[in-house]
Nanobody, 120 residues
Framework: QVQLVESGGGLVQPGGSLGLSCAAS????????MGWYRQAPGKQRELVAA???????NYADSVKGRFTISRDNAKKTVYLQMNSLKAEDTAVYYC??????????????WGQGTQVTVSS
């Protein structure tokens, strides 16, 4: 199977920066798109940013210009650099990856989530 392990969450003041990373491991033939989602208390999980295998990116309007998603294919890792953080960015952040394991159809895997809290 495939495991996604996130790291980098924590507490940061408004206006501050934080970087997240998510490393994939396991039986992987190819990682297709990768992405970051977040879920705040009482809210649905929402897409924050996504990146294709060719590094085309897509962002939620609420984070455009503040967050940057990137990936290192050799390390099977996706990153999320978050700048100018706001209180409303507080949430559990999850990474996901669309993975081709073998001859079957690609499957989506999720990380366990990492808490990001923006507060003074």
């Amino acid at each position: 199977q495939v495991q996604l392990v996130e790291s980098g969450g924590g507490l940061v003041q408004p206006g501050g920066s934080l970087g997240l990373s998510c490393a994939a491991s396991g039986v992987i033939f190819r990682i297709n798109a990768m992405g970051w989602y977040r879920q705040a208390p009482g809210k649905q999980r929402e897409l924050v940013a996504a990146i294709t295998s060719g590094s085309t990116t897509n962002y939620a309007d609420s984070v455009k210009g503040r967050f940057t998603i990137s990936r290192d294919n050799a390390k099977k890792t996706v990153y999320l650099q978050m700048n100018s953080l706001k209180a409303e960015d507080t949430a559990v952040y999850y990474c996901n990856a669309d993975v081709t394991i073998g001859v079957g159809a690609p499957r989506v895997f999720w990380g366990q989530g990492t808490q990001v809290t923006v507060s003074s």
